[in-house]
């Protein structure tokens, strides 16, 4: 059993936010060496100056995860030094929650354990990090570094002054071994200078690990920005509340820099200084998740180039979770991570399945006292999207369709029992209601009157999306329970709710749904879906959808539009092939597919041009194309 005799350690007992914990000890070579290791934050492991692993699962206290990292090919014949850096974020953010700070390691052999975490490891407080900064990059991704290259000491390669013994820490953590493969790091890409200013390309998007070697005439104070995009031939480093950059104090002479706990994502890199430099190496060391493309392209040169560039960016949003978007949140939402997934069963070989239950899994850890999903996992602020709580249980759906792993739907049943009994608590006169309070988002999507409004508490009223959607994953939790062996109770609430939405919030004049008497793709779609209606209604919302005559709904969300389509539209593979190109064919320059049509001019000029959600076309296209998937 892991971690025996090893102890929970510290430089302190201060807990500081935003500090950096530097720990070493030596080791001799052994056979078939290995680490087993978990921190709160994130590390990065040396081995006589050399990079081993970093990298820490996004988790929670009840739901520790813990790294398993061979040693023996850094191991050398003579004394090894052995050097952990550990960074203590403590600032709440949408993608990480804080506990107390802390690290814990063990190193084993063929032989048994080696050594131990505990109070005689020499850990500092590090100097070349500057510590408690707290400097938000944005509220989602949470905060940069400061690096000081006047304060290197060479602590990685050999003794240096201020170690001190470790101080033991009281966590009540449950440690479990990481449930999918690490990351690897890729080549370094360079960048190329454009013209004279200090704005560098990397050619296309790329996620990892600033890396940089410059020459410095004298001391000085250097910024690096980094984005998707240039405007005004400038890196957009300063929106609004949010900075996407990183500082450093150059030493005269040579500075040589990898931070292997922050990534970027970003194809142009900018630099401010106020010394003269030489940049003789700057670029990212990418970081990947190890999954391999089917075979499958479509036929058409447009339609494989959108595919391909839907592909890629189902790639870059593969961290130790799905992230949205690599470059302004990397967080994991149960809504966009749907999508992912179910595009991830058809892009990759052999599904990707072991990566989505991972994904799942780690929602079903979320412990909001409501028994709703927070907004992202693992999350340090108050608030939740309820609509995505029901995504979720339709996620676990597909999933099991797709594995037939009844084990997970075992281990997460009780979480969707619980999330399933709040939305029939909310239930008023057989109808959804919205949910009250600045902590619940009643968001739907990025459209005309379903974006809702955030940290402000809405008037308590029906609510026609929640209802449908509560209908949709319900519907969803019994053909889980049939497939899995389980009681299904909720038979009663879906005849129910499907009765009272047709009476009163289907409009038969028009033949449509009407969100404050307009008539949107969204909600009509979901009505198709949701079973409420009869063939001849469902067919009469959709010739109105492919008509043109409703608000269109965001690139997120076309895939509820494309799937009533298909469910009872007649022409519904030439009209949501045509749709597809009319809407990524602008996207494949880029590489990567966009948050929304608008791209980066999209909330307030920070659009995403690399977002997870977005790469629905994926699945339709192994749907209609893919003869051998289909077969």
């Keep these: 059993m892991a971690f025996e005799s090893a102890k929970w350690i510290w430089i302190d007992n201060e807990n500081a936010p935003d500090t950096y914990g530097e720990f070493c000890f030596t080791l001799k070579k052994g056979r078939g060496t290995y680490m087993n290791l978990s921190c709160d934050g994130d590390y990065t492991l040396f081995i006589n100056g050399e990079y081993v692993s970093s990298g820490q699962y996004g988790d929670y206290e009840h739901y520790k995860i813990y790294d398993t990292v061979s040693l023996d090919k850094y191991l050398t014949n003579e004394e090894n030094r052995v050097c952990i850096l550990v960074w203590h974020i403590g600032v709440d953010s949408s993608r990480y929650r804080p506990y107390k700070a802390g690290v814990i390691f063990e190193v084993c052999n063929e032989n048994g354990m080696v050594l131990s975490s505990d109070e005689s490891i020499l850990s500092r407080k590090s100097r070349a990090y500057k510590n408690g900064l707290c400097k938000q990059i944005t509220s989602q991704l949470g905060i940069g570094y400061s690096y000081d290259f006047t304060k290197e000491d060479g602590w990685l390669f050999h003794t240096s002054d201020g170690f001190s013994p470790s101080h033991v820490v009281e966590k009540s953590a449950k440690l479990y071994p990481r449930p999918i493969k690490k990351h690897y790091l890729d080549a370094f890409k360079a960048t190329t200078q454009i013209g004279t200013s200090r704005v560098y390309d990397l050619g296309r998007e790329y996620v990892g690990f600033l890396c940089f070697e410059i020459e410095a005439e004298d001391e000085g104070e250097i910024n690096i920005a980094y984005g998707e995009c240039l405007e005004g031939g400038r890196v957009k480093r300063k929106l609004g509340d949010r900075d996407f950059s990183v500082d450093c104090k150059l030493k005269k002479g040579k500075n040589a820099h990898t ?39 479509p036929s058409s040169e447009l339609d494989a180039k959108i595919y391909d560039t839907c592909v890629n960016t189902l790639e870059l949003c593969m961290m130790e979770h799905y992230v949205d978007c690599p470059w302004r949140e990397q967080c994991l939402y149960a809504f966009d991570s ?120 809405e008037k308590k009223k029906v609510d026609i999306m929640l209802s449908l959607l509560t209908v949709i994953a319900l519907k969803a939790y019994k053909e889980i329970c049939k497939i899995s062996e389980l009681e299904f109770s909720y038979q009663i609430v879906i005849d129910e709710l499907s009765q009272e939405f047709k009476k009163k919030l289907y409009d038969e004049k028009s033949g449509l749904v009407l969100l404050n008497g307009k008539a949107l793709e969204l909600p009509n779609a979901l009505a198709v879906l949701s079973g409420i209606l009869n063939k001849d209604e469902e067919q009469k919302i959709c010739k ?9 709904c ?31 064919e602008r996207m494949v320059e880029t590489g990567t597919v966009w948050e929304t049509l608008n791209g980066t001019h999209e909330f307030d000029n920070a659009g995403s041009l690399c977002h997870g959600w977005s790469a629905v076309p994926v699945y339709y296209y192994n749907l209609f194309y893919n003869i051998d998937r289909n077969k």
């Excluded at 142009?268 to 391999?292: F, M, R």
């Excluded at 909001?368 to 907004?375: K, Q, V, Y």
Aim: aromatic share 14%; charged share 25%; glycine share 8%.
């Design 259 to 297: 931070s292997y706990m922050l990534r970027f994502a970003c194809r142009y890199l900018e630099i401010d200084t106020d010394v003269k430099i030489c940049v003789l190496k700057l670029g990212i060391i990418p970081q990947k998740y190890d999954v391999k493309r089917t075979s499958f392209k």
């Design 338 to 457: 749907r999508n992912q997934m179910l595009t991830g069963y058809y892009a990759f070989e052999g599904g990707n399945y072991e990566y989505a239950r991972a994904n799942l899994l780690l929602m079903s850890k979320d412990d909001r006292c409501d028994n709703l999903l927070s907004i992202c996992f693992p999350c340090g602020i108050d608030l939740t999207i309820p609509s995505f709580s029901l995504y979720y249980v339709i996620s676990l759906y597909e999933y099991l369709i797709h594995t037939g792993d009844k084990e997970l739907v075992l281990a997460v049943n009780s979480k969707v029992k619980g999330l399933l009994d709040v939305f029939c608590a909310n239930i008023e006169g057989s109808l959804q209601m919205n949910f009250e309070g600045a902590q619940y988002w009643n968001f739907f999507d990025w459209s005309d009157r379903l974006d809702g409004a955030i940290f402000s508490s």
């Design 544 to 552: 109105a959808i492919m008509s043109g005559k409703l608000g269109e």
């Design 554 to 584: 965001s690139l997120s969300m076309k895939c509820f539009v494309y799937d009533a389509l298909i469910k009872s539209g007649e022409g519904a593979k030439e009209y949501i092939i045509s749709k597809i190109r009319e809407n990524y």
